[in-house]
């Protein structure tokens, strides 16, 4: 083959490459398929945890379905928290007041910011994110 010909045939292989990558981002991006709504979720917001109704101001909820304390320590603000106790990896089971109680050996953290109160445990419950949307309380993670 001389050297024109080899030229020739890249150019063409080349324009074919260039038609077929054309025609495959043409029908990816065209048609009358609607763009998802930014409002909406693209994804799940995590466990369902609890109402917003049902977490009562300066205390909370255990989540059973969430692995979770949830809490509001002021009104319209949340947090989470593994109930997972520091201590000795019992289920906190009780929130009484702005008091998180694990049953096993007495260990007490605050609904505020999941630290310790009274031990054995020395260290805070784990926060996890908790998520409000449309009155329900997700948690993520």
Known sequence: MTESTETSRRAVLGGAA???AGAVLAACGGGD???P???EPR???GTPAAKVSEVPV???VISTAAKA???QPTAGHFKAFDWTCTHKGCPVKK????TIICPCHGSQYSTKDGSVTKGPATRG???VRVVEQGGELFVQG
């Not at 929130?95 to 702005?98: A, Q, S, Y």
Request: proline share 12%; no cysteine.
């Open 18 to 20: 260039a038609i077929g």
């Open 69 to 71: 304390v949830i809490t």
């Open 95 to 98: 929130v009484e007041g702005d």
């Open 43 to 45: 994804t799940a917001p």
């Open 58 to 60: 300066g205390s909370g």
């Open 37 to 39: 709504s930014t409002s």
């Open 125 to 127: 419950l784990t926060p």
């Open 33 to 35: 398929q609607p763009e």
